[in-house]
T-cell receptor, first 112, second 113 residues
Framework: DQQVKQNSPSLSVQEGRISILNCDYT??????FLWYKKYPAEGPTFLIS?????DKNEDGRFTVFLNKSAKHLSLHIVPSQPGDSAVYFC???????????FGTGTRLKVLA | EAQVTQNPRYLITVTGKKLTVTCSQN?????MSWYRQDPGLGLRQIYY???????DKGDVPEGYKVSRKEKRNFPLILESPSPNQTSLYFC????????????FGPGTRLTVT
């Protein structure tokens, strides 16, 4: 059973527009959420995170929103740039178990 | 340079031949972990280690072993590899587990025939 789901395998966005990547989770014990970006032939790199006690965290062009009641988080990229084209993974952890659960990823393509 | 290194980067082997994928980090991190990435399944955690001599199973530990004898090293051992272990493997480390971002290695592409 997939505890963290990214239901959109791919997304295409025009350069300069907003990219919105979505992630849903089922385990209410998750208390920390992270987004990673992955380019081909490289390991994932950390992008942004959010604790369950917050509903928004912003870092430059990247903002993560958390809706705990809906068990949903989203990553907003504004404005989108061609260099943002990559696979994005959301991840969740229950800090009491030290485990991380990743979603299946969304491939973002930013069109110039 | 702060980094996580993995070796080998590419490996083709045959069923049943024991192999070890090494992982090393130079950031003095307490937490280390192994993942496998498969199409349509994302990243799945195999094993993790909270500190030296402390390891625990992730979501897909079957067929794998790990050890953490030193803080910087966390090798992944496949005692008897099978074709369903053909995958892309990533090692990662972080300051601590649960609430910190992980730093990932470049990946090891393993093919078991």
């Amino acid at each position: 059973d997939q505890q963290v789901k990214q239901n959109s395998p791919s997304l295409s966005v025009q350069e300069g527009r907003i990219s919105i990547l979505n992630c849903d989770y089922t385990n209410s014990m998750f208390d920390y959420f992270l987004w990673y970006k992955k380019y081909p032939a490289e390991g994932p790199t950390f992008l942004i995170s959010i604790s369950s006690i917050k509903d928004k965290n912003e870092d430059g062009r990247f903002t993560v929103f958390l809706n705990k009641s809906a068990k949903h988080l989203s990553l907003h990229i504004v404005p989108s740039q061609p260099g943002d084209s990559a696979v994005y993974f959301c991840a969740a952890s229950d800090s009491g178990t030290y485990k991380y659960i990743f979603g299946t990823g969304t491939r973002l393509k930013v069109l110039a | 340079e702060a980094q996580v290194t993995q070796n080998p980067r590419y490996l083709i082997t045959v069923t049943g031949k024991k192999l070890t994928v090494t992982c090393s980090q130079n950031m003095n991190h307490e937490y280390m972990s192994w993942y496998r990435q498969d199409p349509g399944l994302g990243l799945r955690q195999i094993y993790y280690s909270m500190n030296v001599e402390v390891t625990d199973k992730g979501d897909v530990p079957e067929g794998y072993k790990v050890s953490r004898k030193e803080k910087r090293n966390f090798p992944l051992i496949l005692e008897s590899p099978s074709p369903n272990q053909t995958s892309l493997y990533f090692c990662a480390s972080s300051i601590d587990g649960g609430r910190y971002e992980q730093y990932f290695g470049p990946g090891t592409r393993l093919t078991v025939t």
